[in-house]
């Protein structure tokens, strides 16, 4: 089947697998992006009960919610060149890059408009009053005191996303992409030793992810300077 | 390009069939993870020399990396150490007997116990610590104060973190088709290879998980008001 596992090759397949990693990373900015700003025109039907659009909000974020990624990617991947062809132009050849951050990015807007709309729901109501009473009209109010104080209250989930977005990411070998994972699974079959290559990916992947969580961290720390600290049942000396 | 409505009927029909091994697979990961969580929990509250500190990087690890290099980790690595473990004691058996969703069920067990300590970890938090306090004060061990005050509460409280796991893991199953374990995802890639209707299958398998998550929110629900029920104000 195999041949012996061999350390060493983990730390040939490292740097190999990094070559790729500014690929995952665009694939993740891009999908990040796109689905932060239609997030938001999710969320905002979703926190005015705008009639109609409301609820075609609550069914697509129900949708993208409930629904594993691989299956949406699929779902993208093979509906694309489906409707594409509807209309007569052939994107069946089409690189599967841009199916999946897509989908990503689908993904990522339902899982954005949830969070925005619980930051906003966490801001006191009586900052929007007093926006009014001063004058400031609905979307004034809206942009410069709410929206601000929102985000600042999401940030952790935001960030929490941010990783599960970068794991999400690891599926895209499924359709094609080749990303760090794509690259992993070619190196697979080169060079017959797929545990070490799982490993190196592991390492990488886990290196992003604690990268990510410290700037999170620090980020959040310095957003949020002046809060008290809470004593909980971990602080406690029991013995 | 044929839009094939009647397939995606079929499809679905075939793939009904695997939901049990479907949601085995999102359960029992769950209820093993539970047990590997409480573990994690014990260790640091109180603050068992050595193992916090594997405690912090097993619960890091597991979550900052996706759940199907765990399977792959999980799948590639335990049956060569199997093997070797059972010539050594001469048990007979090979690790090629082990189906996959067996090391499937595994990895996402530790999986999982790295999401629930976090879960379990917040519920805790958000406990008064005058309750502990009050437990000791009128005599209870550490494992009764832990097993009739701590973790009650932190249970109660994380009923909705609970469910958002549960139906995150049943999303997670669908990383199992990579494996070639027939569970939704699975047969929808069988279903759909003789005739191409790919779209259509999926489309099947996504209205299956729809229904499935749509029915595990309600179980949420209910679950969030029965233990309301028990979170009255002080006297």
């Known amino acids: 089947m195999e041949n012996a596992f061999d350390m060493n090759m983990i730390g040939d397949f490292v740097p190999t697998l990094t070559a790729y990693l500014p690929v995952t990373l665009y694939i993740l900015t891009l999908s990040l992006l796109f689905g932060f700003v239609l997030g938001l025109f999710l969320a905002l039907p979703r926190i005015y009960n705008i009639p109609i659009v409301n609820q075609l909000a609550k069914v697509y974020i129900s949708f993208f919610r409930g629904t594993p990624i691989m299956v949406q990617l699929f779902i993208v991947f093979y509906g694309i060149p489906a409707l594409t062809g509807l209309i007569g132009i052939d994107t069946s050849k089409m690189d599967p890059f841009y199916a999946a951050v897509a989908t990503y990015a689908l993904s990522n807007a339902a899982a954005a408009a949830e969070i925005i709309r619980a930051g906003v729901g966490s801001v006191d109501k009586g900052q929007t009053e007093a926006a009014y009473s001063i004058g400031l009209s609905g979307s004034q109010a809206f942009r410069r005191i709410v929206l601000p104080q929102a985000l600042v209250q999401a940030f952790p989930n935001m960030g929490n996303m941010v990783i599960s977005s970068l794991k999400d990411t690891s599926l895209a070998f499924s359709i094609g992409v080749m990303d760090m994972s794509g690259r992993g699974q070619t190196l697979i079959t080169s060079s017959n030793h797929s545990l070490e290559v799982y490993i190196a990916l592991s390492i990488v992947y886990y290196a992003v992810a604690v990268l990510f969580e410290w700037f999170f961290r620090v980020a959040e720390k310095r957003i949020k300077k002046n809060q008290t600290r809470i004593v909980t049942v971990f602080d406690m000396n029991i013995h | 390009m044929q839009f094939d409505f009647p397939f995606i009927v079929s499809a679905m029909k075939e793939m009904v069939k695997t939901i049990p091994l479907t949601l085995m697979m999102a359960v029992l990961p769950i209820v093993f993870g539970f047990l590997v969580a409480l573990g994690n929990i014990i260790v640091r509250i109180f603050r068992i020399k050595g193992l916090v500190a594997c405690s912090r990087f097993y619960v890091s690890f597991f979550r900052s990396t996706p759940a199907i290099l ?68 009128i005599g209870l061990t550490h494992s009764q104060t832990f097993r009739r005050v701590i973790l009650p509460q932190a249970l109660m409280v994380s009923i909705p973190n609970f469910t958002n796991l549960g139906i995150g893991f049943l999303h997670t199953t669908s990383i199992a088709a990579i494996v070639a374990v027939p569970e939704i995802t699975g047969t929808a890639t069988i279903v759909a290879s003789d005739n191409y209707a790919f779209l259509e299958a999926f489309i099947g398998a996504a209205i299956i998980y729809w229904v499935l998550t749509l029915i595990l929110e309600s179980v949420n629900g209910v679950l969030e008001r029965k233990a309301a029920r028990f979170q009255g104000g002080t006297l």
């Open chain 2, 70 to 137: 765990h399977i792959m980790l999980i799948y590639l690595g335990i049956p060569p150490v199997a093997d070797q473990v059972s010539s050594f004691f001469h048990l007979g058996w090979s690790a090629n007997e082990i189906p996959v969703s067996m090391f499937v069920i595994m990895a996402l067990s530790l999986t999982a116990g790295a999401y629930l300590t976090e879960i379990i970890r917040s519920g805790i938090l958000a406990m008064d610590t005058g309750q502990v306090e009050a437990a000791y004060s």
